[in-house]
């Protein structure tokens, strides 16, 4: 597992004692205090002074990550930033199968309320279930030629509904990416399951 592409690290870099905390160029650092909580104050790149042993430091990931839906995907670990593929069933009775891609960051000025609310653990609470919830929504609301003739706007219907959720926590939804779409056919067999979009690169 890359825990370098996880949204939070766990390593914080204290010198002197523990005196100062230097934060690295896309990433801000949130203080937990031990007589007032998680401070307002969210620390942006570079070198801040804090209390050694009553407060400690938690460094978060704010640049641009991509949460990957794909097959094979490794959940080994709950915080790996993907899931496998979403299945869902259309207006029209089909059973589809989505791969893609969202595209996601922290909000910089929210990185407190984040840990405050949720905790460390907010793939596995918030990223990955809300994902897979909302899609499935959106799938039930259309038809299968509509998810193949209106690809952009199933996109952009998707961010929407991510959004409306992860915004209330503190994450923002950059973008959603759809590159795969299998019909499944026969959910007793996978004899008869055909793709039926995929991104360029892919076709």
Known sequence: ?????????????????????????????CIH?????????????????????????????AQLLEYLIRHDFDLTHAEALGDEPITG????????????????????TRANELWENIGDNFVSKIVRPVSRSRIRSVLSEISLPQLSSYRTQF????????????SKT?????????SEVKDLGSLKTTADD?????????S
């Not at 205090?33 to 801040?48: A, F, I, M, Q």
């Open 33 to 61: 205090d031990l007589g007032r909580g998680v401070l307002k104050t969210v620390w942006k790149p570079g070198l801040h002074l804090k209390i050694p042993f009553w407060q400690r430091a938690k460094l978060f990931n």
């Open 89 to 108: 069933k259309t207006t029209d009775g089909k059973n589809i199968q989505i791969e893609g891609s969202i595209l996601l960051k922290i909000d910089k």
């Open 155 to 166: 996109e952009d219907k998707i961010k929407k509904e991510l959004s409306e959720v992860y």
């Open 1 to 29: 597992m890359d825990f370098d592409k996880l949204v939070v690290s766990f390593l914080v870099d204290e010198f002197v004692g523990g005196f100062f905390v230097s934060v690295p160029p896309g990433h801000v650092a």
């Open 170 to 178: 503190g994450i923002i939804c950059e973008k959603f990416l759809l």
């Open 194 to 202: 055909k793709v039926v979009l995929a991104s360029k690169s892919d």
